[in-house]
């Protein structure tokens, strides 16, 4: 089935906005134009989405966000395995957690994290920087531990500490 033109879908906890939507008569559903898909705590956003709801992998291109309540993630494309809680972006990585005044950008992010805990841990690769309270961290590839803050850099890498007046 295709519907089109402001469409909104509602199952459970989940919940999805679009211009159109299409079902596949099984688990996967596709989206365009617009799409915010909520599942429980996060939401997926993007100009293009698949998603299958019966083990949680969804795909999101053009302008894909995914936000939880520990971060919101940006890129071109992300996959978003919502279950165990792993995404990965590629394409003008945006990594940003509000809480600790922390952003990170790049060319690729892996995230992990254990469902209902707040152990977020991502892999920053390709013209990787992070930082946080004016503090910069670049290098190839950053090992990233949110809750902690913590930041481990994986090759030659530049850190530029700022003073504050």
Known sequence: ATL???????????????????????????AEGDVHLTDGARTLSGAFVRYDTADGYGSVHGGAQVSMREATMRASEIEAYTREIRLIGTGGVYLRQDEKEFV??????????????????????GNAQATQAGHTLRGPRLDIRLQDSVVETKGRSTLIIQTRD
């Open 104 to 125: 990170a950008t790049g060319d690729r992010i892996t995230y992990t994290q254990t469902p209902g805990a707040d152990d977020g841990y991502a892999v920053l690769e």
């Open 4 to 30: 089109r033109g402001g469409v909104q879908y509602t199952d459970g906890d989940r919940s999805l906005t679009a211009a159109t939507l299409t079902w596949d008569g099984g688990n996967t559903l596709t």
